[in-house]
T-cell receptor, first 112, second 116 residues
Framework: QQQVKQSPQSLIVQKGGISIINCAYE??????FPWYQQFPGKGPALLIA???DVSEKKEGRFTISFNKSAKQFSLHIMDSQPGDSATYFC???????????WGAGTKLIIKP | KAGVTQTPRYLIKTRGQQVTLSCSPI?????VSWYQQTPGQGLQFLFE???????NKGNFPGRFSGRQFSNSRSEMNVSTLELGDSALYLC???????????????FGPGTRLLVL
């Protein structure tokens, strides 16, 4: 199956809280899992990415947690700030294909 | 380095018309991909061009076509527009080093198309 299911569709978090966005996939051949961040009026931009040989990757306040057995990966934003308000997309790369398979996106709003 | 540029930024067309969108990739990038973005649907892959050749194609009807020029600039054409074609069309460029989907894609701001 070439799908990536992303949840929730939208998320409201208080400033300073933890934002968590989840993605699930079915194809065990997927070998690269990036997260892209998109601000209004802009195109998506790569935020952080992980490969299945590690269970966690952290860059500043952003962490990807990867559960290979459950075929799930998630983005955690610690100490969420109003500037983090954006739409977040997870994606996965099939081993034998050039294109990424994208999740439907999560609109995150951080309330001051 | 200048980023990916897309023109025009906004476009209003009527059903049945055709439209051409343009994308200039980052200098040195040889791969250009096109996506359609609609609320709730995320990014739907249209096609990818590398060295003037379509290397990959998504599941869109033949009304959607594209091409790439020798300077890596790309155009996308949609013929016989339908109301459902209203969307943000994004172009992304990457180095094109044969790393497939693991190459970082750099997106332009998109062209917002409204079909009336």
């Amino acid at each position: 199956q070439q799908q990536v299911k992303q949840s929730p569709q939208s998320l409201i978090v208080q400033k300073g809280g933890i934002s968590i966005i989840n993605c699930a996939y079915e194809n065990t051949a997927f070998d690269y899992f990036p997260w892209y961040q998109q601000f209004p009026g802009k195109g998506p931009a790569l935020l952080i990415a992980i490969r299945p040989d590690v269970s966690e990757k952290k860059e500043g306040r952003f962490t990807i947690s990867f559960n290979k057995s459950a075929k799930q990966f998630s983005l955690h934003i610690m100490d969420s700030q109003p500037g983090d308000s954006a739409t977040y997309f997870c994606a996965a790369n099939p081993d034998s294909n050039y294109q990424l398979i994208w999740g439907a996106g999560t609109k995150l709003i951080i309330k001051p | 380095k200048a980023g990916v540029t897309q023109t025009p930024r906004y476009l209003i067309k009527t059903r049945g018309q055709q439209v051409t969108l343009s994308c200039s990739p980052i200098s040195g990038h040889r791969s250009v991909s096109w996506y359609q973005q609609t609320p709730g649907q995320g990014l739907q892959f249209l096609f990818e061009y590398f060295s003037e050749t379509q290397r990959n194609k998504g599941n869109f009807p033949g009304r959607f076509s594209g091409r790439q020029f020798s300077n890596s600039r790309s155009e996308m054409n949609v013929s016989t527009l339908e109301l459902g074609d209203s969307a943000l069309y994004l172009c992304a460029s990457s180095l094109g080093q044969g790393l497939g989907g693991t190459e970082t894609q750099y997106f332009g701001p998109g062209t917002r198309l409204l079909v009336l």
